[in-house]
């Protein structure tokens, strides 16, 4: 039965949710009671009647306003344009929306698509706006949304207040980022967040590709370029783990190294060796089945000398600027098939989106994938300045992360 007062209501509430010394700020977010024992009643509690709380004996949750800042830290952009737009921001914590969950972030995941953003070449709703595509901290709020919470991907997410999670979602060089429920994913146990910042967009990109966009099997011979990069060691490890023999390109002896310990076979230093001539007599002839691609411009012409006769080539990035306009009969004279996918649309359901998150942060926990982080970088704009530079310089091994709080 229901409270008959907003006093005994409050009281109710109160007896699901345990005291503690942290609080969220003033806007009415969705908390599951007693599965989120970690922030505690506010007073304002006390102005909601019986019907305030909802759901059954098994699972009740209540609305309540909590506190949680009005204003948060960002890093992002007033303009497109070079580095020196980057700055450092105070913008509005993202206001309710009903079918998001809000995240307090631990640490953000650099990538290039975020130069994409500053720079222009893809479109940005507004400005000013936060940077950053993916990001790993601890939930503050869940959706309210009656169909949300009914749906069966949302409820095997069994998300509850206080858990940790990954979500792919613009804007998480923020103190604060509001995502939609089915760009979120739960950590298991033995993945911390620092791990999962660094493994969920590349780590996710890596293994949609290899499943979908060419699906590898043993036997296969596969080229992958940039190897050493945090997206590279990703690819390499997951095509190695299926029984393919590997393939690289890198621009150290040291990065080599660093690729071959995470699966590839072959390494080609690209600055001092003929890649083209290299892959053809790695493969006797015949060129590679798969090539992913990450570098674009500068590599796009080479690799349909490397690839065999009914070969897929992926063009997985535009590092070195985007492959210019060709004509489609290039693809005649082998077969070749070719795709410049995303991620997005590889996990575009709530179930595909949880079917490849669940897999992939197994795949970390059980140590199948190796997380390998280049560096952290301060919640700055110089941080986040010198993170990029780093990135498109060539100059990293490995995933680059923005500490935004402490885990």
Not at 81 to 95: A, S, Y
Request: no cysteine.
């Amino acid at each position: 039965m229901l409270p008959s007062s907003p006093l005994r209501a409050a009281r109710a509430i109160q007896s699901l949710v345990k005291p503690t010394r942290q609080s969220v700020t003033s806007t009415s977010f969705l908390l599951l009671g007693r599965e989120s024992p970690r922030y505690r009643l506010d007073n304002t509690a006390r102005t909601f009647s019986h019907a305030a709380i909802v759901g059954g004996p098994t699972r009740p949750y209540a609305t309540l306003k909590m506190t949680v800042p009005e204003k948060m830290r960002a890093v992002g952009i007033r303009q497109t344009g070079d580095f020196d737009v980057i700055e450092e921001l105070e913008l509005p914590v993202p206001t309710t929306v009903p079918g998001n969950v809000l995240i307090k972030v631990h640490y953000a995941g650099v990538n290039f698509i975020d130069t994409y953003f500053r720079k222009g070449l893809y479109p940005i709703k507004s400005l000013p706006t936060a940077l950053g595509g993916e990001a790993a901290g601890e939930i503050v709020a869940l959706p309210s949304d009656e169909t949300v919470l009914g749906d069966k991907d949302y409820k095997l997410r069994g998300f509850k207040v206080g858990d940790k999670v990954a979500a792919y979602g613009f804007g998480s060089f923020a103190e604060y980022v509001s995502v939609a429920w089915d760009k979120v994913f739960p950590l298991p146990e033995g993945v911390s967040t620092r791990d999962a910042a660094a493994a969920l967009t590349q780590g996710a990109t890596a293994l949609t590709f290899v499943t979908e966009a060419y699906a590898v099997q043993k036997g296969d011979t596969v080229l992958v370029h940039t190897v050493a990069g945090g997206l590279g060691l990703f690819f390499a490890q997951l095509i190695k783990a299926r029984g393919a023999t590997v393939i690289g390109t890198t621009s150290t002896p040291d990065k080599a190294a660093v690729a071959k310990a995470h699966g590839a076979d072959h390494v080609i230093l690209y600055k001092d060796e003929d890649t083209v001539q290299r892959v053809l007599e790695l493969t006797n002839g015949e060129g590679v089945h798969a090539i992913f691609d990450g570098v674009g411009k500068d590599t796009f012409e080479a690799d349909f000398k490397m690839i065999r006769r009914k070969g897929t080539l992926v063009s997985v990035g535009n590092a070195s600027g985007a492959v210019p306009p060709f004509p489609p009969l290039k693809l005649v004279e082998k077969n070749v098939r070719l795709l410049r996918p995303t991620l997005g649309n590889y996990v575009f359901t709530p179930e595909e989106g949880r079917k490849y998150g669940e897999e992939l942060f197994k795949l970390v926990a059980g140590g199948t994938l190796k997380v390998t982080i280049h560096a952290e970088y301060p919640f700055t704009a110089d941080g986040v300045q010198q993170a990029q530079k780093d990135l498109t310089g060539g100059k990293s091994i490995g995933k680059l992360l923005i500490k935004i709080a402490e885990a």
